[in-house]
């Protein structure tokens, strides 16, 4: 097919969008912005929010606002805005902190409540960084000891001596989707709980947290959420579980009675207890208005439109890009993949920066890994096809540039040696 034909073809899947219109509830320009996945464009609702929150709620009632403006109870009643967006009814999901910190409250609390003669933590074994760092911290300081596993194979490793399973819903990396269904009800089937990171899964794709019965779940909101900068994280804990959740983070706001300061800790009901100290109010805030743009939106239409945007742009780099020039690493099957396209390539740094300088933003994760994020809200076909023609552009450049055949191996190394910062190819971001 022509370049001209895939062209035509973006424009009527665009005409033809039942969520076109949703970009309009964002702050864009005419970017290629393939990097949702790891910061959120920013919703239009969030700055005239965050103003009033600044200026009436903080300047004018000042504490007044805890009560009269519900900043108290904005942890428990924003977790019931993204628990709706992940499966889960009201009740169940808090939102604070960081993930890092709610893996640590997770996988502290699964391990108590597994018991004694379960020894083990099973971690996903291409898990993101920080779940592995806490799991470590956590085993060691529960006298547990912790096991990669890959992700795939859990269900089959999962045995009498297991406390809890760690799995990443979507891999960050690859952008493949582990099967949360099977995974839960094996752990289930052997006496263990499971602890889910929906990072890279919560407002891409259907998580039906309750109806797989998942014990305890986290994820961030400044991915598909559009929280913002560290934008405050969650922490969705079984409602059946909720009174055995023991805490390794008992702070006072997780205390039934918090202005009573008693001395003696005695947990709150509900996802309260999942709390450690003070809100962050702004961040809460600027994320409970970018929670605005999902009025309306179901998420199996946000389903649809998200594989469709990645078999359309893997389907344009296959027509653009020289054979070979570069390989998804995300699977082609429907059933595994979540939203993004990753595609290993020599100089994949580079390749990256220049990509940027011509406003087609993803990122680079070393040392050979182009990351394209798509978030139906807002990216429009036109933007898949026109990142993929880019992409051959500059890799014909770079190829042009060392000298080497189109289609080969180049010749610089992909990798550290010689790497642009960080910052220019997004590998500051997550
Ligand atoms: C899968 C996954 N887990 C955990 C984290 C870390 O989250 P935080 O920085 O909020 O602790 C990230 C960050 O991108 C992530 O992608």
């Given at each position: 097919?022509?370049?001209?034909l895939?062209?035509?073809?973006?424009g009527?899947l665009?005409?033809a969008?039942?969520?076109a219109?949703?970009?309009d509830r964002?702050t864009?320009?005419?970017t290629v912005?393939?990097?949702?996945?790891?910061?959120?464009?920013?919703?239009?609702?969030?700055?005239?929010?965050?103003?009033?929150?600044?200026e009436?709620?903080?300047?004018?009632?000042r504490?007044r606002?805890w009560?009269?403006s519900?900043?108290w109870t904005?942890?428990e009643?924003?977790?019931?805005r993204?628990g709706?967006?992940?499966?889960?009814?009201?009740?169940?999901?808090?939102?604070?902190d960081?993930t890092?910190?709610?893996?640590?409250k997770?996988?502290?609390?699964?391990?108590?409540m597994?018991g004694?003669?379960?020894t083990?933590?099973?971690?996903?074994a291409?898990?993101?960084p920080?779940?592995?760092?806490?799991?470590?911290?956590?085993?060691?300081?529960t006298?547990?000891?912790?096991?990669?596993?890959?992700?795939g194979?859990?269900?089959d490793?999962?045995?009498?001596?297991?406390?809890v399973v760690?799995?990443?819903?979507?891999d960050?990396?690859?952008?493949r989707?582990?099967?949360l269904a099977?995974t839960?009800?094996?752990?289930?089937?052997?006496g263990?709980?499971?602890?889910?990171?929906l990072c890279?899964?919560?407002?891409?794709?259907?998580?039906d947290?309750d109806?797989?019965?998942?014990?305890?779940a986290?994820?961030?909101?400044?991915?598909?959420?559009?929280g913002?900068p560290?934008?405050?994280a969650y922490?969705y804990?079984?409602?059946?579980?909720?009174?055995?959740?023991?805490?390794p983070?008992?702070?006072?706001?997780?205390?039934?009675?918090?202005?009573?300061?008693?001395?003696?800790y005695s947990?709150?009901?509900g996802?309260?207890?999942g709390?450690?100290?003070?809100p962050d109010?702004l961040s809460?805030?600027?994320?409970?208005?970018a929670?605005?743009?999902?009025?309306?939106?179901?998420?199996?239409?946000?389903?649809?439109?998200?594989?469709a945007?990645t078999?359309?742009?893997?389907?344009?780099?296959?027509?653009y890009?020289p054979?070979?020039r570069v390989?998804?690493?995300?699977?082609?099957?429907?059933?595994q993949?979540?939203?993004?396209?990753?595609?290993?390539?020599d100089d994949?740094?580079?390749?990256?920066?220049r990509l940027?300088?011509?406003?087609v933003?993803?990122d680079?994760?070393?040392?050979d890994?182009?990351?394209f994020?798509?978030?139906?809200?807002?990216?429009r076909?036109?933007d898949?096809e026109?990142?993929?023609?880019?992409?051959?552009?500059v890799?014909?450049?770079?190829d042009?540039e060392?000298?080497?055949e189109p289609g080969?191996?180049?010749?610089?190394?992909g990798?550290?040696a010689?790497?642009?910062?960080?910052?220019?190819?997004?590998?500051?971001?997550?």
């Amino acid at each position: 097919m022509s370049d001209d034909l895939l062209r035509e073809r973006a424009g009527r899947l665009d005409a033809a969008d039942g969520l076109a219109k949703i970009r309009d509830r964002f702050t864009l320009d005419e970017t290629v912005y393939l990097d949702g996945n790891s910061l959120g464009a920013l919703p239009a609702t969030v700055a005239p929010r965050l103003r009033d929150v600044i200026e009436r709620e903080w300047g004018s009632l000042r504490i007044r606002s805890w009560d009269e403006s519900g900043w108290w109870t904005a942890p428990e009643r924003i977790g019931d805005r993204i628990g709706a967006l992940i499966g889960a009814a009201t009740g169940q999901v808090v939102a604070g902190d960081s993930t890092s910190v709610n893996v640590f409250k997770a996988v502290v609390a699964a391990v108590r409540m597994a018991g004694e003669e379960r020894t083990e933590i099973l971690v996903d074994a291409a898990t993101f960084p920080t779940d592995g760092y806490l799991a470590e911290s956590a085993a060691r300081m529960t006298g547990r000891t912790v096991r990669p596993v890959g992700a795939g194979d859990m269900a089959d490793a999962i045995g009498e001596r297991t406390a809890v399973v760690l799995v990443n819903h979507v891999d960050y990396r690859t952008g493949r989707l582990h099967d949360l269904a099977a995974t839960t009800a094996a752990a289930h089937a052997a006496g263990a709980l499971v602890v889910w990171d929906l990072c890279h899964s919560a407002g891409a794709l259907p998580v039906d947290l309750d109806a797989h019965g998942v014990d305890l779940a986290v994820g961030c909101s400044y991915k598909y959420l559009n929280g913002g900068p560290g934008a405050p994280a969650y922490l969705y804990v079984r409602r059946d579980l909720q009174p055995r959740f023991d805490s390794p983070l008992p702070g006072w706001n997780s205390h039934a009675d918090p202005f009573g300061m008693s001395p003696d800790y005695s947990p709150a009901d509900g996802s309260a207890r999942g709390r450690v100290g003070t809100p962050d109010i702004l961040s809460l805030l600027a994320l409970d208005a970018a929670l605005d743009v999902w009025d309306g939106v179901a998420i199996a239409d946000v389903r649809a439109k998200s594989l469709a945007l990645t078999d359309f742009f893997l389907e344009c780099v296959e027509r653009y890009v020289p054979s070979g020039r570069v390989s998804s690493i995300t699977p082609a099957a429907h059933g595994q993949r979540g939203s993004q396209v990753a595609l290993r390539c020599d100089d994949a740094g580079e390749v990256m920066r220049r990509l940027t300088a011509r406003g087609v933003v993803g990122d680079y994760r070393r040392p050979d890994v182009l990351r394209f994020g798509f978030t139906p809200l807002y990216t429009r076909f036109a933007d898949a096809e026109l990142a993929a023609r880019v992409l051959a552009d500059v890799l014909r450049e770079v190829d042009e540039e060392a000298g080497t055949e189109p289609g080969t191996a180049s010749a610089e190394p992909g990798g550290e040696a010689g790497a642009p910062s960080g910052h220019d190819t997004g590998e500051g971001n997550r």
